[in-house]
């Protein structure tokens, strides 16, 4: 009897590494998972070392450099970097760092989505103090369409809101109001919808699509809001196959593929957060705790 042919092993892909401060990038995971539902992720969030938002971004440079390392020590073939205020502020030093592994930040496509929402070119971009100060969104509009007039907002308490799971109701709708008037003005809030205001507003921070509901109730109806999640995952696909590192083909299309999940600190509290981000239940056992 003839031997059988050898079976090639399945060619297992190296996994795609995924760093936030903490929580927040499992809006961007979820959108990850959702695109490419066969490949493997390594998500590293710095919880112990949260939030970036308000440090300085020569602090936040040096962070997103161990994070990176981290991840990059566990082989991964692709860098997401799932952050707004990291995005902002790390991305040359991440790629002059590692110029063989492609790194994509989530403002590029953030800002792409915007020029696509936008019908009179006016954005207006919310997000942490460390993002807004350096003028990434911005920066990164301008460069697609140096006409657009932006509006630039930091929305801190959005941040913490989120996490404490204050998404919906009185107190979360009191404080979109009191940080989205200034931007939308009385006018525009009263009226429904008013010449010069932005018809865009950009959630520049991970956590602020878990407060969609409040945000979109204080801004007047006409104006798009867009996340850059899914303009990130889509993003991180088209970059693969553009450098032949797209999905493992010959892996079963009914696998799904794994998330490993690392935190700094906390796994029980990243468990429950991080649920409501990610969309899932997560169990606490499941997330590893590393040290930088
Ligand atoms: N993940 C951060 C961002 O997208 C928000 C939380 C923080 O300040 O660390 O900017």
Not at 90 to 104: K, M, T
Not at 184 to 211: I, K, N, S, W
Not at 258 to 263: S, Y
Request: with cysteine.
């Amino acid at each position: 009897m003839q031997a059988a042919p050898m079976q090639a092993a399945p060619m297992q892909a190296a996994p795609i590494g995924v760093f936030d401060s903490g929580v927040g990038g499992l809006t961007v995971l979820r959108a990850l998972r959702a695109q490419l539902p066969h490949d493997d992720f390594v998500y590293l969030g710095d919880t112990a070392r949260l939030p970036y938002g308000t440090k300085s971004a020569y602090t936040v440079v040096r962070y997103s450099l161990q994070c990176a390392a981290a991840l990059v020590a566990r082989g991964i073939r692709c860098l997401v970097v799932a952050c707004n205020t990291a995005s902002a502020s790390s991305l040359q030093a991440l790629r002059e760092h590692y110029p063989a592994l492609p790194v994509i930040g989530v403002i590029e496509p953030g800002a792409q989505a915007a020029i696509e929402a936008s019908a009179s070119q006016r954005i207006a971009v919310i997000a942490t103090e460390g993002t807004i100060q350096g003028g990434a969104y911005e920066a990164a509009i301008h460069r697609l369409n140096p006409d657009a007039q932006v509006s630039s907002l930091a929305c801190s308490l959005f941040v913490a809101m989120a996490e404490e799971g204050w998404t919906q109701g009185e107190i979360s709708e009191a404080v979109a109001r009191r940080y989205l008037q200034p931007l939308f003005g009385d006018e525009a809030m009263r009226q429904g919808a008013c010449y010069g205001v932005p018809d865009t507003l950009v959630l520049g921070c991970t956590h602020f699509p878990a407060l969609l509901e409040p945000i979109r109730a204080a801004v007047p109806p006409h104006v798009h809001i867009v996340d850059s999640a899914g303009t990130t995952a889509a993003a991180v696909r088209r970059q693969l196959a553009g450098v032949g590192a797209a999905s493992p083909i010959n892996r079963s299309l009914a696998a799904r593929g794994r998330i490993t999940l690392l935190a700094t600190d906390g796994a029980e509290r990243f468990a429950r957060v991080g649920s409501r981000f990610l969309g899932e239940p997560l169990a606490a056992e499941a997330v590893q705790i590393v040290d930088l």
